[in-house]
C-alpha cells in the first residue's frame, strides 16, 4: 500500500500504519515538523502547502488531520469561514487530481455540529461528489490502549464501495475487529465533556493505560497539559509523558536546534498512534477478504 499524508505535523500516522505500507509524499508547512519530517524520513518528499499542491503523485491511500481550530468548541467556531476550515476542501480539491481507492480524514468533534452540521455535510459531499463510499466515526484513544481523553471523528472512504468503508469502523457478523483492538463507545456523552477537565491524573509517574486517564492534550496550550501530584500540587507534563499519551515513541520528536515548545504544540496537534493503527490494521483486514459481503472489487 502506497499512501501519502496531507497536513501531517509529525507524520504519527507512519508510526502507525503497518510496516509494508509505504510513505510517498507528505503536505507540511510548519517549520518544526518540516524539519522533523525531514529528519526522520529522509527519502520522502514533502510537497509543502496544500493549497498549492497540482499533479501529485498517485498513490492507494491520503490521510489527513486538516486543521481543527475553526471547528473546536475551543476555537474560532467560524467553521468554514474561517481560511483554517476551508482547508478540509482543499484536500477534497487535491483527492481529485489523486484518485487514491482509501481516504483517512480526522477532526473534532465539534465539527460535528458546526454550521448547524452543514459544514461537515458539505465536507462528505464534496468527497461523495468525487465517488466516494464514506462512513464516520468517534473514537476515543482512552480505548485504544492509552491514558489520555481523546474524542475525534474519523472519516473514511472508499472509492466507489461505502461497505469497505463502513467495515474499517464498524464490527458486523461478517466482519469482526483484530483480537483485544474493539474500541468502546459511551453513549450519550457530550462530544466535548471530557475536554472541559482541566486536572487529570494523580501520581508521579507518567499516567498508566488503565489506571488514570488524563484530558486531550492541545496544541493552544503548548500541548502541555497539566497534571495533579498530590497536595495540591500541580506540574506540566513533560515532552517524553506527553509522546506516551499520543503512543509516540520516546524522543521522536527531539530534533536538534528546536524547543519543547514547539515540540508540545506539535504533539498535541498529532493523531494518536494507536487509533491510526487500529484503522490501518482494519484496512488491511479488509483489503484482505475476497467473498462473502464485500465481494466485487
Given at each position: 500500500m502506497r499512501y501519502?499524508?496531507?497536513?501531517?505535523?509529525?507524520?504519527?500516522?507512519?508510526?502507525?500504519?503497518?510496516?509494508?505500507?509505504?510513505?510517498?509524499?507528505?503536505?507540511?508547512?510548519?517549520?518544526?515538523c518540516c524539519a522533523l519530517l525531514k529528519e526522520r524520513y529522509p527519502h520522502v518528499t514533502n510537497l509543502g502547502d496544500l493549497t498549492k499542491i497540482e499533479n501529485a503523485p498517485a498513490v492507494d491511500l491520503v490521510i489527513a488531520g486538516t486543521p481543527c481550530q475553526s471547528f473546536s468548541e475551543q476555537g474560532s467556531k467560524r467553521g468554514m469561514d474561517d481560511p483554517r476550515g476551508q482547508l478540509?476542501?482543499?484536500?477534497?480539491?487535491?483527492?481529485?487530481?489523486?484518485?487514491p481507492r482509501w481516504v483517512v480524514w480526522e477532526n473534532v468533534p465539534g465539527v460535528?455540529?458546526?454550521?448547524?452540521?452543514?459544514?461537515?455535510?458539505?465536507f462528505l459531499l464534496s468527497l461523495a461528489k468525487l465517488g466516494y463510499g464514506l462512513a464516520y466515526r468517534v473514537l476515543d484513544s482512552q480505548f485504544f490502549g492509552v491514558a489520555q481523553r481523546r474524542r475525534r471523528v474519523f472519516v473514511v472512504g472508499h472509492?466507489?464501495?461505502?461497505?469497505?468503508?463502513?467495515?474499517?469502523?464498524?464490527?458486523?457478523?461478517?466482519?469482526?475487529?483484530?483480537?483485544?483492538?474493539?474500541?468502546?463507545?459511551?453513549?450519550?456523552?457530550?462530544?466535548?465533556?471530557?475536554d472541559q477537565q482541566l486536572l487529570g491524573w494523580t501520581g508521579d509517574e507518567t499516567p498508566k493505560y488503565g489506571v488514570e486517564i488524563v484530558p486531550t492534550l492541545r496544541s493552544q496550550q503548548g500541548?502541555?497539559?497539566?497534571?495533579?501530584?498530590?497536595?495540591?500540587?500541580?506540574?506540566?507534563?513533560?515532552?517524553?509523558?506527553?509522546?506516551?499519551l499520543q503512543g509516540i515513541p520516546d524522543g521522536y520528536t527531539n530534533i536538534v536546534g528546536w524547543s519543547e515548545p514547539q515540540r508540545r504544540k506539535a504533539i498535541g496537534n498529532a493523531f494518536c498512534v494507536n487509533v491510526v493503527k487500529w484503522i490501518g490494521q482494519r484496512i488491511d483486514a479488509v483489503r484482505a477478504i475476497d467473498g462473502g459481503l464485500l465481494r466485487g472489487g
Open positions: 501519502a499524508s496531507i497536513c501531517s505535523g509529525i507524520e504519527t500516522a507512519s508510526l502507525a500504519f503497518p510496516k509494508s505500507w509505504k510513505p510517498v509524499w507528505f503536505s507540511e508547512v510548519d517549520p518544526f478540509a476542501l482543499q484536500f477534497s480539491r487535491v483527492l481529485d487530481s489523486v484518485r460535528l455540529r458546526s454550521g448547524q452540521g452543514r459544514d461537515f455535510g458539505c472509492y466507489r464501495d461505502w461497505r469497505r468503508a463502513a467495515a474499517v469502523l464498524f464490527d458486523g457478523p461478517q466482519f469482526d475487529s483484530p483480537a483485544g483492538a474493539s474500541p468502546q463507545v459511551r453513549e450519550g456523552e457530550s462530544p466535548d465533556e471530557s500541548g502541555e497539559g497539566i497534571g495533579l501530584i498530590g497536595r495540591g500540587m500541580c506540574r506540566k507534563f513533560t515532552v517524553t509523558e506527553m509522546e506516551r
